[in-house]
């Protein structure tokens, strides 16, 4: 893809490169959220709620709710194969971490079952528990997620 044919916004990199160029200054944090992201990547739910606190919250911008991490684990199982054609391919661009929490600019792109293409930018803000991820802010582009999953006025 050529620098004409990405979406403008801040500089990402696939989770799996960034995966692979972690060194040792990295953060216990951040080598937590980028493990998770790659294990979403690659379709692994189960390794990726592993890395989670179960009951921990996982609140959702679009929705204005908070669910625990296991419904979190289970909507994205629910989607793939049903909207999605295959599990989110996720970037990550800029991620700070202090004390137990960790803040990622992230981007998904998936294809969808009816057609196209579903992309979105995120801020997450995640608190760690110990060597998992307690509480989980989801704040993605309301206006493109509901572009894509909202049914059109007087539907539904």
Do not use: C
């Amino acid at each position: 893809m050529s620098m004409m044919d990405q979406p403008s916004g801040p500089p990402m990199r696939p989770v799996a490169e960034i995966h692979g160029a972690l060194d040792a200054t990295a953060g216990s944090g951040t080598r937590l959220i980028v493990a998770w992201f790659l294990a979403l990547s690659e379709g692994r739910v189960d390794d990726a709620l592993s890395l989670m606190v179960p009951d921990g919250p996982y609140f959702l911008l679009r929705q204005r709710k908070t669910i625990t991490n296991t419904e979190f684990a289970g909507i994205i199982r629910g989607l793939v194969g049903t909207t999605f054609l295959k599990p989110i391919n996720w970037s990550l661009g800029a991620m700070t971490e202090q004390g137990d929490r960790v803040a990622a600019i992230a981007g998904s792109r998936v294809p969808l079952a009816s057609g196209g293409q579903y992309e979105n930018l995120y801020h997450f803000l995640f608190r760690m528990q110990g060597s998992r991820i307690f509480e989980v802010l989801e704040f993605g582009d309301t206006f493109r997620s509901a572009q894509t999953f909202a049914s059109p006025p007087g539907q539904g």
